[in-house]
């Protein structure tokens, strides 16, 4: 069945370093979407991408979707202890009504101050 | 405000005494899910129900049941829980015109 894969599962920086996770899949997507949780609390929507190669930004972060709409980066400039937390990306295994959303496992940022 | 609510958000219980964890969304979704988290293996979907009175197995419904009769609520039940149950909870609703998921605040479970 249809895998997205994030690869590694954790990941430490110290503050003020960039930081930048992969996203994976086995099939092609229709869209792909990253979700941001914090510790202790509930994934949150962050954005959808749905154009091929397609870039969008929110502040600090940058999330580009891949050309051949298989992969996906998140890329956060300049990190702060604000960014941590457990980053999602998530994508439809159909269209429409029936679809069901695959997430990957997640990766988990720690940030040193 | 348009929200996904979950109760109870904390439960300790004992092997094999019936639950059931409520979650109600109030922006007229018609695609509800649940899910469980556990440490490694990310959110693993249990069922979902894509409206009222339809419902079907995710990929870890065992031991697990739901029901749909209202649009907005969404009740997971367990008939009989074990400890391997034990795990942190989350509903999730969204509308057919996007797959953006709002996710209910959670629900900690642990199974004595």
């Known amino acids: 069945g249809q895998q997205v894969m994030q690869i590694p599962q954790y990941q430490h920086v110290q503050e003020g370093e960039d930081f930048t996770t992969y996203c994976n899949s086995s099939t092609t997507l229709s869209n792909i979407q990253w979700y941001k949780q914090r510790p202790g609390g509930h994934p949150v929507f962050l954005i959808q991408?749905?154009?091929?190669?397609e870039v969008k930004k929110q502040k600090r972060l940058t999330f580009q979707f891949g050309e051949a709409k298989k992969n996906s980066s998140l890329h956060i400039t300049a990190t702060q202890t604000t960014d941590v937390g457990t980053y999602f990306c998530?994508?439809?295994?159909?269209?429409?009504?029936?679809?069901?959303?695959?997430f990957g496992k997640g990766i988990t940022l720690s940030v040193r101050p | 405000e348009a929200q996904v609510t979950q109760n109870p958000r904390y439960l300790i219980t004992v092997t094999g005494k019936k639950l059931t964890v409520t979650c109600s969304q109030n922006m007229n979704h018609e695609y509800m899910s649940w899910y469980r988290q556990d440490p490694g293996l990310g959110l693993r979907q249990i069922y979902y129900s894509m409206n009222v009175e339809v419902t079907d197995k995710g990929d870890v419904p065992e031991g697990y049941k739901v029901s749909r009769k209202e649009k907005r609520n969404f009740p997971l039940i367990l008939e009989s829980p074990s400890p391997n149950q034990t795990s942190l909870y989350f509903c999730?609703?969204?509308?057919?015109?996007?797959?953006?998921?709002?996710f209910g605040p959670g629900t900690r479970l642990t199974v004595l």
């Open positions: 998530a994508g439809p295994l159909f269209t429409g009504a029936n679809s069901k959303l695959t």
């Open positions: 991408l749905v154009k091929s190669g």
């Open positions: 999730a609703s969204r509308t057919y015109r996007t797959d953006t998921q709002y």
